[in-house]
């Protein structure tokens, strides 16, 4: 089994050269690009001031300051040599500098990950707590109307992405044509640095309560049905049938046997517990315009700011090869009847 393992952590080299240069190449050929980018504003700063000569002609830039421009953006190399560079310097932890602001990838990115972590872990903690009881209460509720009502909801509210319920939630209940009882948007008050600490836990609630929810609607169903069937399947097997027989009580049997390994499956999506900081985040944080990772990415991405939505892409794919591995590892760990070959 070891040896399974040290395949899967060789084989995070070749995957990650697949993801980041394939996204490399297609972001490198996209029109609209830094230099595209560079010229417009030089030519609409010309007109503006009068160097377009009048008559409406057009400002044509120099061919060496063109050149000047993909030297310095580094784009008067062939791609795969500018990608072999920029492999070169994530090898030796170097992602650059951002183009829109001027500072160094890691520092752009970094003051971002304390955002996104604490919402990606409250989504996903809470997102345990609720579907993992509510799937075995289900289960043990199997064909009631309580049973059914609950899979409509979740179902439902699986049908529906969660930015979208972010823009839905915001105009119910942000102040628009309904309720005004959470803001807008912003991770945290402007007044933050005045409050004091109890007043600094309701307002953290009040501003991430929308958020949260968002974060944990994509999850909801696939948790709360993975129980629930989980633990059928395992109510059904001779072990609980002899306990039944035995005369144990039923809370008895279904929450210490059965239960224990209905959660195998579940115990596995601990392991990506170390990439849930990206995971859905973009359009999120877009709607609630929280600055996290991956509203910067999003706006990276806009921007053509292509060292900053690299520097994400590394750390992001990292993060999820990562967590699958630590996957299989929790499965053999709850598990030990899997083996590995």
Excluded at 132 to 140: F, N, Q, R, S
Excluded at 171 to 179: E, K, M, P, Q
Excluded at 181 to 197: A, H, I, Q, S, T
Excluded at 312 to 322: A, D, G, M, Y
């Amino acid at each position: 089994m070891t040896g399974y393992f040290l395949r899967r952590f060789l084989l995070i080299i070749p995957t990650f050269i697949g993801i980041t240069l394939a996204v490399f190449v297609v972001m490198h050929f996209v029109p609209g690009g830094p230099v595209e980018r560079q010229i417009m504003r030089y030519k609409m700063a010309m007109q503006e001031g009068g160097g377009g000569g009048g008559g409406g002609r057009s400002v044509e830039i120099p061919e060496e300051a063109i050149q000047e421009m993909k030297r310095y953006y580094g784009f008067d190399k062939p791609v795969h040599v500018r990608y072999a560079l920029w492999l070169w310097n994530v090898l030796h932890l170097d992602l650059g500098r951002s183009y829109i602001y001027q500072d160094p990838v890691w520092d752009v990115i970094k003051s971002r990950f304390p955002i996104s972590i604490f919402l990606g872990l409250t989504g996903f903690i809470l997102s345990y707590l609720v579907c993992v009881p509510l799937g075995v209460w289900k289960a043990v509720k199997h064909g009631t109307k309580f049973d059914f009502m609950s899979s409509f909801i979740v179902f439902l509210g699986y049908s529906v992405p969660g930015w979208a319920l972010g823009t839905a939630l915001l105009v119910l209940f942000g102040g628009g044509s309904f309720f005004n009882v959470f803001p807008l948007g912003g991770f945290r008050p402007d007044n933050w640095e005045y409050l004091g600490f109890f007043q600094k836990i309701g307002a953290q609630i009040h501003y991430m309560f929308l958020p949260v929810v968002c974060y944990m609607i994509a999850e909801f169903a696939t948790l709360t049905i993975l129980t629930k069937n989980s633990l059928m399947e395992n109510l059904g097997q001779d072990y609980v049938r002899t306990a039944f027989a035995k005369g144990l009580n039923e809370n008895r049997v279904i929450f210490k046997h059965a239960l224990r390994n209905s959660l195998i499956p579940i115990a596995t999506g601990l392991g990506h517990v170390i990439s849930i900081i990206l995971a859905g985040s973009f359009l999120i944080e877009k709607v609630f315009n929280i600055d996290g990772m991956g509203y910067l990415g999003y706006t990276s991405i806009l921007q053509r700011d292509y060292p900053v939505a690299l520097g994400i892409l590394v750390i992001s794919s990292l993060l999820l090869l990562v967590g699958n591995i630590l996957s299989d590892i929790v499965y053999v760990i709850v598990d030990p009847r899997i083996r590995f070959k």
